[in-house]
């Protein structure tokens, strides 16, 4: 019954390290979604993606970027990572009613 | 001030309790409204999801969406200990994609038996 995968769990970097978090899904989903999750602050859109190849800026893109040049992967790239990303990082797959997220990434950068 | 404020609580109720949660909101374009509860360490789960004004029930679950307030709100009928989650509203304009969420903070709750 899997829907939406992530890479890892949980994942410690260092500071400027070029970290990759993959998100797969096998819905056959057009729209994918990076979040991110902070206490306090809820979940805020990182980028999204509407078709393979395709991308959009969401809410807070600085110090990110995505790819997806497949239809079912869709990734966040820290180009340098910074210890303000350190938080839960969540993808989502959603077409109309059917939305699924992904279980997080927790990424600490130290 | 933010597009959606919501009661981060912590809300504590007993087992069998009615459980309100609410979230208000400031841009009048939005016309999608869902529900998400998130487990300790999962993704969010969608709960509830309704288009414009009006209710939707499901179960114990029911939804209410009032744009002349700009209110919304889920109902939780019976709470169980297993609804004791965080749970997430959030909106949409029309004409976006689904997924371009704006969220609320998150309320959390604890039914215990």
């Known amino acids: 019954d899997v829907k939406v995968t992530q890479s890892s769990r949980y994942l410690v970097k260092r500071t400027g390290e070029k970290v990759f978090l993959e998100c797969v899904q096998d819905?056959?989903?057009?729209?994918m979604f990076w979040y991110r999750q902070d206490p306090g602050l809820g979940l805020r859109l990182i980028y999204f993606s509407y078709d393979v190849k395709m991308k959009e800026k969401g809410d807070i893109p600085e110090g990110y970027s995505v790819s997806r040049e497949k239809k079912e992967r869709f990734s966040l790239i820290l180009e340098s990572a910074s210890t303000n990303q350190t938080s839960m990082y969540l993808c989502a797959s959603i077409q109309a009613d059917t939305q699924y997220f992904g279980p997080g990434t927790r990424l600490t950068v130290l | 001030q933010k597009e959606v404020e919501q009661d981060p609580g912590p809300l504590s109720v007993p087992e069998g309790a009615i459980v309100s949660l609410n979230c208000t909101y400031s841009?009048?374009?939005?016309?999608?409204f869902m529900w998400y509860r998130q487990y300790s360490r999962k993704g969010p789960e969608l709960l509830m999801y309704t288009y414009s004004s009006g209710n939707k029930e499901d179960g114990r679950f029911t939804a209410q969406v009032d744009k002349s307030s700009k209110y919304i709100s889920l109902f939780i009928r019976d709470s169980q200990p297993s609804d004791s989650a965080t749970y997430l509203c959030?909106?949409?304009?029309?004409?976006?994609?689904?997924?371009?969420?704006?969220f609320g903070q998150g309320t959390i709750l604890t039914v215990h038996p």
């Open positions: 959030a909106m949409s304009v029309a004409g976006t994609s689904y997924g371009k969420l704006t």
């Open positions: 819905m056959d989903h057009e729209n």
């Open positions: 841009n009048s374009a939005f016309q999608y």
